[in-house]
């Protein structure tokens, strides 16, 4: 069973000393990114109370709150190289010009959405490769930084640039395709995401924003 980020404090983190918070950070990592592994398996199912997905977002929790604790008594908390590919790139977000995502059959129909800022304003435009249904539909809404901040939240400056089945050992020739890119108004060279069957641990967290930010919008 989970608990509390606060109790977790109490329990593993207060009357600590910087080496034994140290080594408890160093464990919550290893911790995170063997969760990360789990659930990024392309026949991953969950079968356990609470979930993968549960538990990696408690251990994240945990996490800060080792970050804290470390630093209230003298500690310094060293960032890692992900840790700093995490924070350029969320510090670029704030630079974002367009955001494209794709999702779909490899050999079918894929539905592509594209997310175009200017000023403080936001635009949502949907299409569909090889379908027809007709033209496409776009949405105006006016909180650029919300929907920013919603994708810092992601992390998707930790994730890999390409997924696949390769690396568990499964082929898979068909099946669904997904593509994210983002380009930049401050020099910033755009960066491409994308992958064959496999998907980043929080894919489905990407998918939610691109379907319930908009819900509020008026069309």
């Not at 983190?13 to 990360?36: N, P, Y």
């Not at 999702?103 to 800022?117: C, D, E, F």
């Not at 994308?194 to 930010?213: R, S, T």
Request: glycine fraction near 8%; hydrophobic fraction near 35%.
């Amino acid at each position: 069973m989970m608990i509390r980020p606060e109790w977790y404090y109490e329990e593993y983190l207060k009357g600590k000393t910087v080496e034994q918070i140290t080594t408890t950070i160093r464990g919550l990592k290893r911790e995170i990114g063997r969760l990360k592994k789990i659930l990024e398996h392309p026949y991953y199912e969950c079968s356990i109370c609470p979930g993968e997905d549960v538990q990696l977002a408690m251990y994240v929790e945990y996490l800060e709150q080792a970050k804290l604790a470390l630093a209230e008594v003298g500690g310094v908390y060293v960032p890692t190289k992900e840790d700093q590919r995490i924070a350029e790139f969320n510090a670029n977000l704030a630079h974002m010009d367009k955001i494209t995502f794709e999702y779909g059959q490899s050999l079918g129909n894929t539905k592509i959405r594209t997310v175009k800022v200017y000023g403080d304003g936001l635009t949502l435009q949907t299409s569909s490769r090889f379908s027809l249904e007709g033209e496409s539909e776009t949405v105006e809404v006016k909180d650029k930084q919300a929907f920013i901040t919603c994708l810092q939240k992601l992390n998707i400056g930790g994730w890999c640039r390409y997924y696949d089945t390769y690396r568990y050992g499964v082929a898979v020739m068909d099946g669904d395709f997904w593509e994210v890119k983002i380009s930049f108004t401050n020099g910033k060279r755009a960066v491409k995401f994308h992958g064959n069957n496999a998907y980043p641990y929080n894919f489905g967290k990407l998918q939610e924003l691109f379907d319930d930010f908009w819900l509020d919008a008026d069309v």
